[in-house]
């Protein structure tokens, strides 16, 4: 079972800032938060992973709270392209585990 | 273009058929995995490699799922006798992984979508 809660949709202003949230509470010490996001009829797009220190790529930025049991995704200028599925992950260190995905929150950029 | 690659893209077969799928992952990458989704839900695990070697198999690969990853490169998934319920979109995903706190992110393929009528 997914180890995370995200909330099933959200929706926000083309050119607004996307906050989507994640709660993943029994997070244990070498775990990881991924983030991926699909859309519709693509395979699943690596967007960012963290394991305490906030993050930041060209596609997003990553805030994970001190004590690791939240953390929220941020896309800082949502665009139409960016509506899709986002799943928040949490995996272990060790490079043998499989992605666990959860059903993620529908993202829907509105013009 | 050097990323995760599937073929085919799409397949419809009847039910009792065997199909096979390939996934040709990211040149330098180590580890292949194969994933399975179906409508409004995430993709499921199902089994992956290390260079040859498959290491784990998910439950949800019936005796009718067969992968292979012969070279240590491109992988192949067979379902034997396909049924209704086999109807899903079938995603690869390939990461580089040199131990134990030292693996990045898995990246994935376009996927295949089969339908069985």
């Known amino acids: 079972d997914a180890k995370t809660t995200q909330p099933p949709s959200m929706d926000c202003a083309e050119g607004r800032a996307a906050n989507l949230p994640c709660n993943h509470s029994?997070?244990?010490?070498?775990?990881?938060v991924y983030w991926y996001r699909q859309i519709h009829s693509q395979g699943p797009q690596y967007i960012i992973h963290?394991?305490?220190n906030n993050e930041t790529n060209e596609m997003a930025s990553l805030i994970i709270t001190e004590d690791r049991k939240s953390s929220t995704l941020i896309l800082p200028h949502a665009t139409l392209r960016d509506t899709a599925v986002y799943y928040c992950?949490?995996?272990?260190?060790?490079?043998?585990?499989?992605?666990?995905f959860g059903k993620g929150t529908r993202l829907s950029v509105i013009a | 273009d050097t990323g995760v690659s599937q073929d085919p893209r799409h397949k419809i077969t009847k039910r009792g058929q065997n199909v096979t799928f390939r996934c040709d992952p990211i040149?330098?990458?180590?580890?292949l995995y194969w994933y399975r989704q179906t409508l409004g839900q995430g993709p499921e695990f199902l089994t992956y490699?290390?260079?040859?070697?498959?290491l784990e198999k998910s439950r949800l690969l019936s005796d009718r799922f067969s992968a292979e990853r012969p070279k240590g490169s491109f992988s192949t998934l067979e379902i034997q006798r396909t049924e209704q319920g086999d109807s899903a979109m079938y995603l690869c995903?390939?990461?580089?992984?040199w131990g134990q706190g030292h693996n990045l992110a898995q990246f994935f393929g376009p996927g295949t979508r089969l339908t069985v009528l």
């Open positions: 995903a390939s990461s580089f992984s």
């Open positions: 992950i949490v995996r272990g260190d060790t490079g043998n585990t499989p992605l666990v």
């Open positions: 963290g394991l305490k």
């Open positions: 029994t997070i244990s010490g070498n775990e990881y």
């Open positions: 040149s330098e990458h180590n580890r």
């Open positions: 490699f290390q260079n040859e070697a498959q």
